[in-house]
């Protein structure tokens, strides 16, 4: 996988190198372009999981504190055989909670007050940092799935993207406004670079349904 200060050198060789940028400056730039991709949609690499054990006490009280990189649940109780279905809603997401891994339903945080004092629900309580069940769950060991914030790039680490469509991130740097004003190059070649990465988008989009499919 090639590292952050790799790719850098390769757009430094796209745009001929522009000396007017720190190396702190191309690696935000390249930070800025790298969460844009990653936040477009939610991405199979981005899908993790978490479990331990639940903080809190009584009824309503126990609650689960939020990942550091938390950026939203993903859904984790369809069924992917058709032999199979689930009568709910579009995109359930549930807790695991103990040893049988028994569903708690996320329910909007608009709805928690209908479900107050009835177990088997929880509710994203996300200005706190919390996930919050109603009722007094049964069990206190946990686990779920979410959609995580990936790292914040350093010059020695690398993006999670597969290193094949890396280059998505060298032409998204070429495309930005900071660069263009600095680059003659890069705003001779402003249409060419946008073109190569909106394919280069779709190339790794159409990978990424593939293993939607698995």
Do not use: C, H
């Not at 690499?45 to 938390?70: A, C, E, R």
């Not at 004092?117 to 996300?126: E, H, S, V």
């Amino acid at each position: 996988m090639a590292t952050a200060a790799q790719i850098i050198t390769n757009f430094e060789l796209q745009v001929s190198d522009v000396t007017e940028l720190s190396s702190a400056e191309e690696l935000y730039i390249l930070n800025r372009v790298y969460n844009r991709v990653m936040s477009s949609r939610p991405w199979e690499i981005l899908k993790t999981s978490v479990s331990g054990t639940m903080s809190g006490s009584g009824t309503d009280g126990m609650y689960i504190t939020l990942p550091s990189d938390f950026a939203f649940f993903s859904p984790n109780a369809n069924y992917t055989q058709n032999n199979y279905e689930f009568q709910g809603n579009t995109a359930p997401v549930v807790i695991f909670v103990g040893t049988n891994r028994s569903p708690y339903y996320v329910v909007n945080y608009s709805d928690r007050v209908q479900y107050l004092g009835k177990t088997g629900f929880a509710y994203l309580d996300y200005a706190n940092s919390k996930i919050v069940f109603t009722g007094t769950p049964t069990e206190t060991t946990y686990l779920f799935d979410y959609i995580k914030v990936p790292a914040t790039l350093t010059a020695g680490t690398s993006p999670i993207i597969p290193e094949r469509f890396q280059d998505i991130l060298v032409y998204g740097m070429a495309t930005e406004d900071s660069i263009l004003q600095l680059s003659p190059k890069a705003t001779s070649y402003a249409a060419e670079n946008q073109g190569r990465y909106e394919s280069m988008m779709q190339d790794l989009a159409y990978w990424n349904s593939n293993l939607l499919n698995n």
